[in-house]
């Protein structure tokens, strides 16, 4: 243990690691350029480095790139990556609300100390969890799907049927391409590009950014330049940090679902900052507040999100599976730097793996310090771009981010496409929140099912395999209760009512 | 003032336009007509994967970009194209690529020969692809859980005989090496069992491990890294690998079963000769390097040195044997 303090904490290895997370924040600023692709670029470089300093700069690369997604969301309603899309929800209200500065340095507050909760968790709590992880077989999966689509509820707070309606058609457009299970191809139109399925990056940056540039384009003319006000905000800091810690339930609840779901493999970032979201507005004291510029929302995305980062490494260290995609990278880094990841890393190779866990610590601390020191500029910076300027500088980019993501000319057109569906669809009162869960969950929900029937049938009970597990049964009891509780909180309401009378 | 709204929005939309115009150049055409006589590498070569990166491709393209780099005297941009399995960065490859030498994409078999058979569109077809080389395998391998009651093929192939159908093994994706392999091995061993894909051979293992199924067709890479946790009944090779020595193979056991997969790489129509035989001599000399060699086969790799000319007969060859593996199953008619 000592070994790996000293290890970590020489000059070298946190120059490289503030560089790494520098370079992490940018790329997870970047719209289409992805955490995972940011760690891959970066891999070549770690093989001359010994195993524990290129295992700190890539774990402070994914830590300064899932925290980078932050900056877009807030600044221009673009999630930089999916792990915020919950975060334009409160995020950019509070920009428009000229509260920006605030919102940023929320988000700073909340990723540095989520992410600290998750590699706590990693530290101490790693063998636990990975064995109920294991325990996560398709019914289960399924099961956890169906629990994340009682969120489309909660997000569509103003019309139930057209969340529901937003969600299906996000599972729809899911299934584009090739089934998970079975291989059929699907819906493809014909278009061989179509086999890979709708790449979900250019979906979110077509359903987030283009309605909102459109809608800024078309009030420069009108002369309502000042949408986002530049005020001398004193006195920003200390209330971020209150709104974090002041009362720190939704905080701590969210790193802790976060630090959870981080451990399931395939569920991730992507889906930890909307059940966090979700769950922070069912227990708030002011739900309908959320939505229009609550820094609670922002607290519960930026904190769940940076808390799957520790934990995402918990099937990767402890059993060699790969939790996440950039996890998935690491493994293979991992695997040429002469590790096998797994139970005997933490006998054979302890030093490498603690020096690991010890440098993501670290990479906390330097986010804190980055965001905090760099929030105003950054903001100020970008408000002051006049919007004529502003608004095609975020269309190129979202272009170059979208083409940058598998080089496919096709998830340009898809974006596009994605951001004109979206500015109708709004018009319409579709809020793009439920439909990208759609997105994001259909896969799951499909895969699940399908394996779990296969399962099922091999074993003689086709669907009663959805229902006979343990674990099943307490994601069922959790949805059933998710789904109830708007007429129970009604309910309860009603009898308040009725006895103050 | 409606106008001057709708004249605004049509700036936005006119840049909209210029922008994507730009961006619609795609990178891989090169604007001059590179001769195959002259020099050639003169800048760097793009190696092309058409997966996520952390699987059994990008972990060998990782061990060979540098001495390939040194060997091309240029450098070597490892890029991912994922999508259909692969179909994606294939058809790119075919359709929308320069025969220069300058962007090479990493080959699967039995991928490039099966999807074309069995999908509608795939983009490509597989005699599109120029095979330069293919210089990796991974076998299939039968595994079951460590605490496992069964210990042997035999004891194996009785269990799912007495239970048809109520065996489960898990394996990495859908037509794939693996799912081919459970479909071949039900047949020979007379037995049925049920596939369970998962997508990508990470996928698979975790469901053993929690006793979701009840065993793995993989292959020997995953065999290797979770040794500890796994008994390995059997490999489906023709003799025993190396990274797996006390592992017999099904053959020794009575069992006629053969599979694989096997990764290469392939340049795109119109490559010429002269460049493929200069790649292929690179490859060639990278897998004759004892650094290589002995990281590959310590993670379960099986090192191939199928040339050219060699790729093209085991791509015939195995054309034949899936096409008739695939009617005989009924997949396709």
Redesign the interface.
């Known amino acids: 243990m000592l070994d790996a303090f000293i290890a970590v904490f020489n000059f070298k290895l946190i120059i490289f690691m503030l560089l790494g997370t520098i370079g992490g924040m940018i790329a997870g600023a970047l719209p289409g350029f992805s955490a995972?692709?940011a760690v891959?670029l970066i891999?070549?470089f770690t093989?001359v480095m010994d195993p524990i300093t290129g295992l700190a700069v890539l774990g402070a690369i994914y830590t300064g790139a899932i925290y980078g997604g932050c900056f877009p969301a807030i600044l221009v309603n673009t999630p930089g990556t999916p792990s915020s899309i919950g975060t334009t929800f409160d995020g950019y209200p509070m920009t428009r609300n000229g509260r920006g500065e605030e919102a940023l340095h929320t988000a700073t507050f909340a990723s540095a100390g989520g992410g600290l909760i998750g590699v706590l968790v990693l530290i101490f709590l790693s063998i636990p969890l990975a064995r109920v992880a294991?325990?996560?077989?398709?019914p289960e999966y399924f099961w956890l799907a169906m629990f994340g689509v009682t969120i489309i509820a909660s997000l569509s707070s103003k019309s139930l049927l057209k969340g529901i309606t937003g969600g299906v058609l996000g599972f729809l457009i899911s299934m584009i391409?090739?089934?998970?299970?079975?291989?059929d191809?699907r819906f493809?139109m014909?278009i061989?590009?179509f086999?890979?399925?709708v790449?979900i990056l250019s979906v979110l940056i077509g359903f987030f950014c283009i309605p909102e540039?459109?809608r800024i384009?078309?009030e420069?003319?009108?002369n309502k330049l000042a949408d986002v006000k530049v005020e001398r905000q004193t006195g920003v800091i200390k209330k971020a940090f209150l709104n974090n810690f002041q009362k720190p339930v939704n905080f701590l609840k969210s790193s802790i679902i976060g630090s959870f779901i981080g451990v399931l493999?395939?569920a991730g970032g992507n889906i930890a900052n909307l059940v966090a979201y979700s769950e922070a507005q069912r227990s708030s004291s002011d739900p309908e507040s959320f939505g229009t510029g609550n820094p609670a929302g922002v607290v519960a995305t930026e904190s769940s999100n940076n808390a799957t980062v520790g934990s995402a490494m918990v099937?990767l260290l402890t059993?060699?599976?790969?939790g996440s995609?950039a996890a998935?990278?690491?493994?293979?880094a991992l695997?040429?730097q002469?590790l096998?990841?797994?139970?005997?890393l933490f006998t054979t190779n302890a030093t490498v793996v603690y020096g690991f866990m010890i440098a993501l610590l670290v990479a906390q601390f330097m986010i804190l310090i980055l965001g905090l020191a760099m929030g105003k500029n950054i903001y100020s910076a970008v408000t002051k771009i006049p919007a004529g300027v502003l608004?095609?500088s975020v269309?190129?980019l979202s272009?170059?981010g979208s083409?940058a993501i598998?080089?496919?000319?096709m998830d340009?057109i898809v974006m596009?496409i994605s951001g004109l569906i979206a500015y109708t669809l709004k018009e319409f009162g579709f809020h793009a929140g439920p439909i990208v869960l759609g997105l994001i969950l259909g896969p799951i929900a499909e895969?699940g099912f399908v394996?779990g029937y296969?399962?099922g049938?091999?074993?003689?009970q086709p669907l009663m395999i959805f229902l006979t597990r343990p674990i099943s049964i307490i994601l069922i009891i959790i949805t059933i209760m998710a789904v109830s509780w708007p007429y129970i909180r009604m309910l309860r309401e009603k009898k308040h009512k009725g006895v103050t009378i | 003032m409606k106008f001057k709204k709708t004249n605004s929005l049509l700036n936005v939309l006119l840049i909209l336009v210029l922008v994507f115009g730009l961006a619609g150049c795609t990178t891989q055409k090169s604007s001059e007509k590179d001769t195959a006589a002259v020099e050639y590498p003169t800048k760097p070569v793009h190696y092309v994967l058409p997966f996520e990166p952390g699987g059994e491709s990008d972990i060998t393209a990782r061990l060979q970009q540098k001495p390939l780099e040194e060997i091309l005297g240029t450098s070597v941009i490892v890029q991912y194209m994922p999508g259909g399995g692969g179909a994606l960065g294939w058809q790119q490859l075919v359709t929308d690529t320069q025969p220069d030498g300058y962007t090479i994409t990493g080959s699967n078999l039995p991928h490039i020969i099966v999807q074309p058979l069995v999908r509608d569109d795939t983009g490509y077809e597989t005699d599109q692809l120029v095979p330069i080389y293919y210089f990796q395998a991974t076998p299939n391998i039968l595994a079951v859980g460590k605490d496992s009651p069964i210990n042997s093929v035999d004891e194996f192939v009785a269990y799912a005989k007495e239970n048809p159908g109520a065996v489960t093994l898990a394996g990495s994706g859908s037509y794939s090496a693996n799912h081919l392999g459970v479909l071949e091995f039900n047949k020979v061993a007379g037995i049925e069992t049920t596939y369970i894909p998962e997508t990508g051979s990470g996928g698979a293992v975790p469901q053993l491990l929690g006793g979701h199924v009840q065993g793995l067709m993989t292959y020997t890479t995953m065999g290797v890294s979770y040794s500890k946790d796994l008994k390995i009944l059997a490999v489906a090779s023709d003799e025993r690998v190396t990274s797996l020595p006390d592992v017999p193979t099904f053959k020794e056991l009575g069992y006629d079963y053969v599979e694989g997969a096997y990764r290469g790489i392939s340049g795109p129509p119109g490559l010429s000769e002269e460049i493929v035989n200069q790649l292929a001599e690179a490859f060639k000399e990278i897998n004759a390097q004892p650094e290589y060699l002995a990281k590959m086969k310590e993670m379960g790799f099986e090192v191939l040195d199928y040339g050219p000319e060699e790729s093209k007969k085991l791509i015939e060859e195995k054309k034949v044997y899936y096409t008739k593996i695939l009617k005989d199953l009924e997949l396709i008619d």
């Not at chain 1, 294991?134 to 398709?138: H, Y």
């Not at chain 1, 096998?340 to 005997?344: D, K, N, V």
């Open positions: 995972t692709m891959a891999v070549p093989f294991l325990k996560f077989g398709p391409g090739i089934a998970p299970i079975g291989g191809v493809t014909g061989s590009t086999q890979g399925g790449e540039m459109l384009a078309g420069i003319r009108k493999p395939g099937p059993l060699g599976i790969p995609p998935a990278v690491l493994y293979g695997l040429i002469g096998t990841p797994g139970p005997e608004v095609p269309i190129f272009v170059l083409f598998r080089n496919n000319v340009v596009f895969k394996q296969l399962m049938v091999a074993s003689g």
